[in-house]
């Protein structure tokens, strides 16, 4: 069963201290990996897509890194900021049967606090 | 700000009342998704639709009718609902079914009384 887990289940930092989330997943024959931002009662926004290939993929503040071996990625987020305050979602594409499937992780609850 | 609009932002219905939600995208996207959102979960795929034609249906109950009149519109017809099904309702889009990166819209929040 394709499954992602996405850990810690939830976070308080301070203003301006940095973190690391993770992501594990099962997911097999994998397409790619994505990490969004979803604020509160809003859409998910995308952070970040990475491929195979891909090791490492910034956005600003945010860092993404996928072992494509270990079937792990981490999302580094630098510098937080009070704005960061939102649930982070790991969500991996495979292919099955009926073509594609995206896998959600349950998501990292991030508070930063000032 | 999400180029996926989706209308209305909130929307409190009875149970046996007939409404729709509504969604909207201008990025020539040929994949059009609707997914259901309960708090604190992650979003529970519901219906894909790919080039205007439905190709996946998660078993969902038929008092949830979707619709796609265009390659840029796509609806969800409301009916006879029940309270469980309240949530936040999301509309997605991307270039590819396979591929595309999903861009989501900000919800529509269902309150089922």
């Known amino acids: 069963k394709n499954q992602v887990e996405q850990s810690p289940q939830s976070l308080i930092i301070l203003e301006g201290k940095n973190c690391t989330l993770q992501c594990n997943y099962t997911v097999s024959p994998f397409s790619n990996l994505r990490w969004y931002k979803q604020d509160t009662g809003r859409g998910p926004v995308s952070l970040t897509i990475m491929t195979f290939s891909e090791n490492t993929k910034s956005n600003g503040r945010y860092t993404a890194t996928l072992d494509a071996d270990t079937k792990q990625s981490s999302l580094h987020i630098t510098a937080s900021q009070l704005s960061d305050s939102a649930s982070y979602i790991c969500v991996v594409t495979g292919n099955s049967n009926s073509g594609y499937a995206l896998n959600f992780g349950k998501g990292t609850s991030l508070l930063v606090t000032p | 700000d999400t180029e996926v609009t989706q209308t209305p932002k909130h929307l409190v219905m009875g149970m046996t009342n007939k409404k729709s939600l509504k969604c909207e995208q201008h990025m020539g996207h040929r994949a059009m998704y609707w997914y259901k959102q309960k708090a604190k979960k992650p979003p529970e795929l519901m219906f894909v639709y790919s080039y205007e034609k439905l190709s996946i249906n998660e078993s969902v109950p038929s008092r949830f009718s979707p619709e796609c009149p265009n390659s840029s519109l796509l609806n969800l017809h409301l009916h006879a609902l029940q309270p469980e099904d309240s949530a936040l309702y999301l509309c997605?889009?991307?270039?590819?079914?396979?591929?595309?990166?999903?861009?989501f819209g900000e919800g529509s929040r269902l309150t089922v009384l």
């Open positions: 997605a889009s991307s270039q590819h079914r396979v591929t595309g990166e999903l861009f």
